[in-house]
């Protein structure tokens, strides 16, 4: 059973930091590429960066590049998202999704998904 588990949100300060974290199971995680999106209220989905799981190469949205760094852990299947400077236009729900259409930044390259975690960046 495929699992992709989100943790880590809340709230913080604009210029903070947060760290997310996807667990992920059920699946061979080396043909894998996994993302993350968010999606703020009124809006659509949107890429945030993604990263392949052998080899770890990256990519990231224009908007955060520079202030997110994604990253993978092979020994605890868990792919983080580490959020520095934050600023309230970072405020949406974050969702973690894994495909196998390499560095995809669109949501239809993804096949599975979590049930997202809350970020709110006050001003």
């Known amino acids: 059973q495929v699992q992709l588990v989100e943790s880590g949100g809340g709230l913080v300060q604009a210029g903070g930091s947060l760290r997310l974290s996807c667990a992920v199971s059920?699946?061979?995680?080396?043909?894998?590429?996994m993302g993350w999106f968010r999606q703020a209220p009124g809006k659509e989905r949107e890429f945030v960066a993604a990263i392949r799981w052998f080899g770890g190469s990256t990519a990231y949205a224009d908007s955060v590049k520079g202030r997110f760094t994604i990253s993978r852990e092979n020994a605890e299947s868990t792919v983080y998202l580490q959020m520095n400077s934050l600023e309230p236009e970072d405020t949406a729900v974050y969702y973690c999704?894994?495909?196998?259409?390499?560095?995809?930044?669109?949501?239809?390259?993804?096949?599975?998904w979590g049930q997202g975690t809350q970020v709110t960046v006050s001003s």
């Open positions: 059920g699946f061979m995680l080396s043909r894998y590429a």
């Open positions: 999704a894994a495909g196998l259409s390499g560095l995809g930044q669109n949501a239809i390259d993804y096949g599975y």
